[in-house]
């Protein structure tokens, strides 16, 4: 009884409901692309380091796990890999380059990334091959590179970085291609880290370093052992160093956590003005109907059945909603341009739509404890 009562009514009123339905529709569209917005955001940012192939990521000490601002001279390198339960470290140099075009137009800003070939730090290639000199100015590039500016496996690239206040041309044979490897927002060009020391940016024309220098060291442990236990024996036998797990790293990026809060903040005040906005319309259809449910009662229709009824109508018309905001959002994504950092990630997505079909029912609990609270005699005399 309470199905035909729930879908007889929205059969015979269906443009109000469909209207309703839009405006939930809108609701998902909105709380969706905050998700993917955030996701996206995420994905920019921690990319490189959440793909590491490393266990923990070692920092100098007092830096605020700022990449930046960590420097990590190439004498702490052995001491490193002599700690017991170490089975091998990468050191990564982080910098910002520009690949220019032959008239050395600027074609697209890039995160310059030293790493050592074979060593943690280095991508895995997917097209052409890995890195194998330490001192060859060859490159690995991203994928996000190579669909942005054509270059392929083969071709030669100049790169622009600055030296003291002049600009410094350097040409890289693209010997490789891996996947998205974005970091800090910007997607990755690889090459040796002997090579990256040479051709990054300087303070100075003057300003070579005479000991090669890294951001941070990435290291793999061996199997069997704990990363935290891993991560306080290094502390205590490398002085001058702290050292995190991958997603500690990425969560201590600049704005990271203030970016994934204020998202956050904005998905979680829209889903509450969604609970208010279908609270708001159900309780206004039952004030409207408060005679006929007076008579359901009269003629012995139980609170159960009318609350079942009611609660049919706000998960129907929230379904309906959420189907079609979840079928516009996948429509507005494809005519998005490119460069818009959305990513619908799955579970996030499923998250996002199993939390919009629940407050369906919450948003419509007042109308529901309205319509228990109508007396038959009270209601027939309106």
Do not use: C
């Not at 997917?126 to 996000?144: A, M, N, V």
């Not at 704005?255 to 204020?262: D, H, I, L, M, R």
């Amino acid at each position: 009884m309470a199905f035909y009562l729930a879908t007889k009514e929205i059969i015979r009123n269906w443009k109000r409901f469909f209207l309703f339905s839009l405006v939930i529709a809108l609701i998902t569209i909105l709380v969706l692309f905050i998700a993917a917005l955030a996701e996206g955001l995420a994905e920019a940012n921690k990319e490189y380091l959440e793909k590491l192939n490393a266990e923990l990521i070692v920092f100098q000490k007092n830096v605020d796990l700022s990449t930046a601002a960590s420097r990590i001279p190439r004498s702490k390198f052995d001491d490193i890999q002599r700690v017991e339960g170490v089975a091998e470290i990468g050191p990564i140099g982080f910098a910002t380059a520009t690949i220019v075009s032959d008239d050395e137009t600027p074609l697209l800003d890039v995160s310059l990334i030293g790493v050592e070939p074979g060593k943690p730090g280095m991508p895995p290639v997917f097209e052409g091959l890995p890195l194998r000199s330490p001192r060859g100015y060859h490159t690995i590039l991203d994928q996000e590179v190579a669909t942005q500016t054509g270059f392929k496996v083969g071709d030669r690239i100049k790169v622009k970085t600055i030296v003291g206040s002049d600009e410094k041309f350097y040409t890289l044979e693209v010997v490789g291609i891996t996947d998205g490897r974005k970091f800090f927002y910007a997607p990755s060009i690889f090459v040796p880290f002997y090579t990256w020391n040479t051709i990054k940016p300087q303070p100075n024309s003057n300003g070579q370093l005479t000991e090669e220098i890294a951001n941070v060291v990435a290291v793999r442990i061996e199997s069997g052992e704990s990363e935290e236990i891993m991560a306080e024996r290094i502390q205590k036998r490398v002085s001058n160093v702290e050292v995190v797990d991958r997603k500690t790293a990425y969560e201590a990026s600049p704005g990271y956590q203030a970016q994934q809060g204020t998202l956050n903040t904005q998905r979680g005040f829209t889903l509450l003005i969604g609970i208010l906005v279908i609270g708001g319309f159900f309780q206004i259809q039952t004030l409207q109907k408060v005679p006929q449910i007076g008579v359901l009662k009269a003629i012995g229709a139980s609170n159960q059945s009318i609350a079942l009824a009611v609660i049919l109508q706000i998960v129907l018309v929230t379904l309906l909603g959420v189907i079609i905001g979840s079928i516009g959002t996948l429509l507005l994504a494809f005519a998005l341009p490119e460069g818009i950092p959305i990513l619908f990630n799955g579970t996030a997505a499923l998250v996002a739509v199993a939390t919009l079909l629940l407050i369906g029912p919450i948003g419509g609990m007042v109308s529901v404890r309205l319509a228990l609270k109508i007396e038959p005699l009270a209601a027939l005399r309106m």
